[in-house]
């Protein structure tokens, strides 16, 4: 399996459509085998999916989302975890333990100055 996750420095990225990096982690019989950090090849918010898809992702852990771009995560087939907060291989962790705590309703509205009310 392939868990992708948004981030930065260590954490979380909270708006998945300005994320400049993904962690993506390999996981073999409940366990981490391996993870690397790619960039975002210069994509934002819908365009992402392409990256996700071209890294096989299956699961998808990131703070804010907008409607859009959780459409189209899911419309590919990628369980979507939002509103997630702090470090990322701990919630990566807690996924594979069954505990990650996470918001299904979490959404980004506003992205001007990014205003959003999500995190």
Do not use: W
Request: glycine residues 16%; proline residues 2%; charged residues 25%.
């Amino acid at each position: 399996m392939r868990i992708g996750i948004t981030y930065e420095d260590g954490k979380i990225f909270q708006h998945f459509g300005r994320t400049e990096q993904f962690k993506v982690y390999d996981v073999e019989d409940g366990k981490i085998v391996s993870s690397k950090v790619i960039g975002n090849d210069g994509y934002s918010h819908g365009a992402l999916g392409q990256l996700l898809m071209r890294e096989n992702i299956q699961v998808f852990i990131c703070g804010g989302i907008g409607g859009g771009a959780r459409n189209m995560i899911e419309s590919r087939g990628i369980k979507l975890l939002p509103g997630v907060e702090g470090d990322a291989d701990e919630a990566v962790k807690a996924y594979l333990a069954g505990n990650l705590k996470y918001d299904p309703d979490t959404s980004c509205h506003e992205h001007g100055d990014h205003q959003c009310t999500c995190h």
